[in-house]
């Protein structure tokens, strides 16, 4: 029997008459990095949204570690222990590097003192402990990308939601994310990632869930989705490719 | 933009006697320059605590809001009917003052700050503009009468104390309830995690939500805090000036003030306020008594808005910072709009 930290059972989200999620059934098992890949339109961030508590979801359910948690508030969810982040980048640009860590809110009755140490730690990790009291604005874009998974850690989350942590970083930058994305997960920390970099994804994920018009058509390692009919026509419109892999 | 060192800054020790000056020349104004400038002061540091009360839910929170002035004129008739209405002694009417604020604002919280920018800003001026209507066909207020207060020794506790009820008394009174709220908002809004979660969620929402920050209830919060603040100057300043009439202290020109005061100042800063009510209150008074015009500072203050707008939206403080940047003014205009969700 699997340990799944996350399960969604016919997760529906509609906006008017889209429906951008259809009956998401997915579950990630505890202490993997689960990716999620599709096409732009497929229902991923509404995915990420309706989980995290931002939608309200039309039907379904979402399952936290044992718990029902579907249509919990997001700051409420973020507490229990669902960490994420956004597509755009949202420091909170007026603030610190370290105001924008001691800002996080837990419930884990952790001192001042304490949560100063953990924010001096995690910016240690991420390496961006040089720019701790510096303006957040003044941040380069990959160095806000650190700075939001450091605010994520700042939850002490058991699962976290990366939604295109690649995305305009350059491959330095992007390696070192990964590096520190690997070494969370070794941890137990679980990820869910959306990612539209497929090096990144097949490199990166334990498992890949694929998304297209708001279903979720397929699910398997990186190789057994790569090969799957339906998502080939999601990608290519019913053309054969050549090659083996997703030319994306 | 530039990085410059405040004045104060290159002068080793410089900050800690400005500030023992400072503090000397409060304690001693009122024994030293007599009535009128006791007066001048008692107007001054009413407007920096006004202007420090907006700046927590317009500078801080960033929620525009043009009903903050209800509040003062909420604070002043609780005073108001408390004393003439009941016959109580101030202190009632001060403590009355807090109470009535903190229920009217946490009633108009929960609805009007499930708005945003011009939104909000249109229905907090609509609430204030129905209070001031409100209390002009009031009976308790004294309606288009208006109420005077008592001012005798005995109406402070309600038995008499043995020091005059006059210019130096509010000077102090004024004084005691400016620096409070000056250490409030410093102890809360820059020194606290509290101040941090406010700031995160002035600069985006959902990521201030995703962090575990309950936003709803953190923007009631400073929203009804700000709100008794400026009730609390309300109930003094209708004891000090002995009659209040709604057209008065439910002006619009009241929230106007505080708004330009906080902006001229800087938003979201601990003395931005400070410079920017002194500014505005300095320039209103001294042109009117010494140029007999009431109207000659607005020109001023608007050209003021204006440059502070285009060429510097860190306000006052932020020129002290060296925080001026003439040749951006669509990403100053734009920074500003941010900053009350007006874009």
Known sequence: MTDDILRTTDLTKRFGALTANDEITLSVERGEIRGIIGPNGSGKTTFFNTVTGFYEPDGGSVHFDGDDVTGWKPHRLARRGIGRTFQIVSPFKNMTVRQNMLAVQTEDGSSREEKRDRAGEIMEFLEIDHVADNEARGMSGGQQKLLELGRVLMLDPELVMLDEPAAGVNPALESRIMDHIHDLNDDGTTFVVIEHDMHVMKTLADSVSVFDSGNHIAQGDFEEVSQDESVREAYLGGTTAEDDEVPI | MTDAVPFLDRIPGARRY??????????????????????????????????????????????????????????????????????????????????????????????????????????????????????????????????????????????????????????????????????????????????????????????????????????????????????????????????????????????????????????????????????????????????????????????????????????????????????????????????????
């Not at chain 2, 009413?46 to 960033?62: D, E, P, R, T, V």
């Not at chain 2, 009633?107 to 001026?125: D, K, Q």
């Not at chain 2, 609509?126 to 004294?142: N, R, Y």
């Not at chain 2, 207060?149 to 506790?157: H, K, V």
Request: a neutral charge; glycine letters at 12%; charged letters at 10%.
């Open chain 2, 18 to 343: 400005w500030y023992v000056g400072i503090g000397a020349l409060l304690l001693v104004w009122p024994m030293v320059f007599g009535n009128f400038w006791a007066r001048i002061g008692i107007g001054a540091l009413m407007w920096i605590g006004l202007a420090q009360s907006w700046n927590m839910i317009g500078g801080y929170a960033g929620y525009l809001d043009f009903g903050h002035g209800a509040y003062f004129g909420i604070g002043a008739f609780a005073a108001g009917i408390a004393m003439v209405q009941f016959g109580y002694p101030f202190l009632v009417g001060f403590a009355l003052a807090i109470v009535v604020s903190a229920a009217v604002s946490y009633l108009v919280a929960v609805p009007t700050l499930r708005l945003t920018g011009a939104y909000f800003a249109i229905a907090t001026w609509a609430f204030a503009e129905s209070m001031k209507q409100a209390a002009l066909v009031t009976g308790i207020t004294g309606g288009t009468f208006g109420l005077s207060l008592p001012r005798s020794p005995d109406t402070l506790i309600g038995v008499a104390v043995p020091f005059e009820i006059a210019e130096t008394f509010f000077y102090y009174a004024m004084l005691a309830l400016c620096l409070g709220t000056m250490a409030l908002t410093y102890y809360l809004f820059e020194r606290n995690e509290f101040g941090y979660r406010v700031k995160a969620m002035r600069d985006d929402q959902d990521a201030a939500e995703s962090l575990g920050i309950d936003t709803t209830r953190v923007k009631r919060q400073v929203y009804v805090l700000s709100c008794m603040v400026a009730a609390v100057f309300g109930s003094v300043h209708a004891w000090y000036i002995v009659y209040i009439h709604p057209n008065d202290v439910l002006a619009p020109i009241i929230t106007d003030r505080m708004v330009i005061m906080a902006l001229l100042g800087g938003l979201g800063t601990l003395t931005g306020p400070v410079a920017g009510g002194l500014l505005v209150f300095l320039l209103e008074r001294l042109s009117s008594v010494f140029l007999g015009s009431t109207t000659f500072y607005l020109p001023l203050i608007g050209t003021l808005i204006m440059i502070t707008v285009l060429f510097a939206p860190s306000g006052i403080i932020g020129i002290l910072r060296g925080e001026v940047d003439r040749g951006d003014v669509r990403r100053n205009v734009k920074e500003l709009g941010e900053k009350f969700d007006l874009l």
